[in-house]
């Protein structure tokens, strides 16, 4: 019976491949979900638990997660290496290929990957709408976004909104330093900025008060 067991397996072999050992165990598969991306620093799960033995209901397997490939030296740590799922986590930019193997206790399965990009995650521009003012009316005043920065050093946008006072026309709400001429009646204006990167992310808005002051009296001494 063993001998004729071989011969079928030799023969399988030729079309499927054989999943059996010598003694006649069948061979366990792993099985890893799709490739996937994480943030540097971050945690990306893969799940190891669709892995199954041929002709057999809930195998009892054991798992062997390892990183076969890593673009820097012990730069990636795996949480849980011998469970279903493990959890890589990567300190430096690029590739990564997990490895797994799984085994029936007597019979190891053949290694199957996984490549796992991490990247640097894209941060949000900050918004510096520049120092509260205060003005006279009817004076030109000019707004200040130029401290308004993208971490990564990329070209940001800017947006200007009135938030608050009397109606006031910016001379360009998208550039960095609009103009405006200042109402006469007193009081306090305010404006919100909010600067975009080239990747579409917004920053969270910053506002500037500008406050119109009213003129002192002018005495008048008749003759």
Not at 1 to 14: E, R, S, W, Y
Not at 162 to 177: E, F, I, K, P, W
Not at 180 to 201: M, R, W
């Amino acid at each position: 019976m063993k001998t004729l067991g071989l011969g079928l397996c030799a023969v399988i072999l030729l079309s499927v491949g054989c999943t059996t050992d010598v003694g006649g165990a069948a061979r366990p598969v792993a099985v890893i979900g799709p490739d996937g991306a994480v943030a540097l620093n971050s945690d990306l799960v893969l799940d190891g638990s669709e892995s199954f033995v041929p002709g057999r209901v809930a195998a009892q397997l054991t798992y062997a997660w390892s990183v076969a490939v890593s673009p820097a030296e012990q730069s990636a740590t795996l949480a849980t290496p011998t469970e279903a799922t493990t959890a890589l986590r990567g300190d430096t930019p690029g590739l990564y290929v997990v490895r797994l193997v799984v085994s029936s206790g007597s019979v190891t399965s053949a290694p199957t990957y996984a490549n796992v990009r991490v990247f640097v995650p894209n941060l949000a521009p900050a918004a510096n709408a520049g120092p509260d003012q205060y003005v006279d009316p009817l004076t030109t005043v000019t707004l200040d976004g130029t401290s308004s920065a993208d971490p990564e050093g990329g070209a940001i946008t800017y947006a200007w909104t009135q938030t608050a006072g009397d109606g006031v026309t910016l001379s360009d709400a998208a550039a960095a330093s609009p103009t405006f001429l200042a109402p006469a009646p007193a009081g306090p204006l305010s404006f919100s900025l909010i600067v975009t990167d080239a990747d579409g992310i917004e920053s969270q808005p910053d506002t500037v008060v500008v406050v119109v002051q009213d003129l002192p009296p002018v005495a008048v001494i008749s003759a």
